[in-house]
């Protein structure tokens, strides 16, 4: 991944080119851990009956590791709008070399969990660590970066690279190891990150004059006092709420409401997808014997680990998501991002309506609308990440995105809860029909934003 960020941004300029390094880096550790939860969900599903509370065991369900799981996530979303207010006032680079860190440290708690109530802990540090990231990151692609479009493209294909190349790996090493030691593994290349991080070396308002963000649609919502902030944000909780009022007097409320469901399918599609490629469609696991020469089985034929070929489906699904996140940040520097947005909710709608009958139909069409989903899950992120620089001034942009991935990871963790429940009391068929409601929500929130921008301005 370090070698694919150098090649990537070596036609930029100077600043640029370290401040894109560092956050594809960074934004690609952040979806290697995320989205190699799921993964181990699957593990802890059938590797577990009961989550011991002490007073009270609750049996391990769908819905009771969705609500576990979802803990972490949450925080993943909550700690964003503490972490874009901190950003604010103290810069962006501090805080990813302190979300590298935590996540490290997070990994290696979990490498240690006993049991299912230190695993769930163990979530809640990742989700702390990992919640500034995103305000922080792309704030520091707002303001620093001068090819802000391009910017959010390579940042989207680092993320889309760590959330195929996560799984993949940690699936690749559950085949041989026991996870409590994949999880400790996975630890190292964060501490790694964190080194470099500490190296990077640019200027975080070096595009401000250029893009200032103020002449975005929103401009008029907030007042003049906010412009004379650029770049120091909010200094106490009277102005954090005044500054509040006003990004969410004008359109900056409807991005808000559409990043929510954005988040909902998001994390609703994710935490349960290996399981149901594994169980409710019914890809069998396939015997290592039969790929490798007998020389190289680990052990007796018969005793050698299967390979579960729905965890690479998923891990693949996903990296197709760097086709998504590169062609949908080209396009914000080239349509309206509020069409945008309508075109790929609106596919993500249609993907889920037919996911499940599309996928029973063989192997070539499963892995066909599965590359759509992972093709159009990540098109829309560039898509509202540049919405949010439009509708806010750049001295709020760590607000804003604090704001945005409030939206986007505290309330959409509860997709993954949401997710498990539709799962226990019903079945799949229900949960893509949830699904395909939070898209249309979004691209009806898109639409609306499209007819409002002219009485914005």
Request: aromatic content about 10%.
């Amino acid at each position: 991944m370090i070698i694919c960020v150098g090649v990537v941004v070596e036609h930029v300029n100077r600043n640029d080119r370290e401040i894109v390094a560092l956050v594809m880096l960074a934004h690609g550790m952040v979806h290697t851990y995320e989205l190699s939860i799921p993964i181990f969900v699957a593990i802890w599903l059938n590797g577990y009956a009961t989550i011991d509370l002490g007073l009270t065991a609750i049996p391990v369900t769908t819905a009771s590791l969705g609500v576990m799981v979802g803990l972490g996530f949450a925080l993943f979303g909550l700690g964003a709008l503490p972490g874009g207010v901190l950003v604010d006032r103290i810069g962006s680079k501090r805080l990813i070399v302190a979300c590298l860190l935590g996540m490290a440290g997070s990994f290696v708690l979990l490498a240690a969990a006993p049991n299912l109530v230190v695993v769930a802990l163990a979530l809640i540090v990742w989700g702390a660590a990992a919640s500034v990231y995103h305000p922080a990151g792309l704030r520091l692609i707002s303001t620093g970066v001068e090819e802000r479009g391009t910017g959010f493209a390579y940042h989207g294909i680092a993320g889309n690279l760590g959330i195929g190349f996560g799984p993949f790996l940690t699936a690749l090493l559950l085949l041989f190891f026991d996870w409590h030691l994949v999880a400790g593994v996975l630890a190292i290349p964060a501490l790694l990150a964190a080194v470099l991080a500490t190296r990077a070396d640019f200027e975080e308002q070096a595009a401000v004059a250029a893009a200032d963000g103020g002449t975005g649609d929103d401009a008029a919502a907030v007042d003049a006092d906010a412009d004379d902030k650029a770049g120091t944000g909010v200094s106490s909780f009277g102005e954090f709420v005044s500054q509040s009022k006003h990004l969410f007097a004008g359109g900056f409320a409807l991005v808000f409401a559409l990043v929510m469901f954005s988040g909902l399918y998001y994390r609703g599609v994710t935490t349960f997808l290996p399981d149901l490629l594994g169980n409710v469609i019914g890809i069998e696991p396939v015997p290592i014997s039969s790929l490798l020469p007998a020389a190289l089985v680990p052990g007796s034929a018969a005793a050698a680990p299967t390979l579960d070929v729905e965890l690479y489906v998923y891990a693949g699904l996903l990296t197709i998501g760097v086709f998504g996140q590169y062609v949908g940040g080209k396009l914000t520097d080239r349509i309206r991002t509020e069409r945008g947005l309508i075109a790929g909710f609106g596919a993500l709608a249609v993907v889920a309506v037919a996911f499940l009958p599309v996928a029973s139909l063989g192997v070539g069409p499963l892995l066909a609308i599965c590359a759509l989903l992972g093709f159009f899950l990540f098109m829309v992120q560039p898509f509202y990440q540049a919405t949010v620089a439009e509708y806010t001034p750049a001295g709020l942009r760590g607000l804003s995105y604090g704001f945005t991935y409030l939206g986007v990871f505290g309330v959409g963790a509860l997709g993954g809860a949401i997710a498990g429940f539709v799962l226990a009391v019903a079945d799949s068929t229900a949960l893509f029909t949830v699904l395909a409601g939070f898209a249309a929500a979004a691209a009806l929130l898109g639409v609306t934003l499209l007819r409002r921008r002219p009485t914005l301005a």
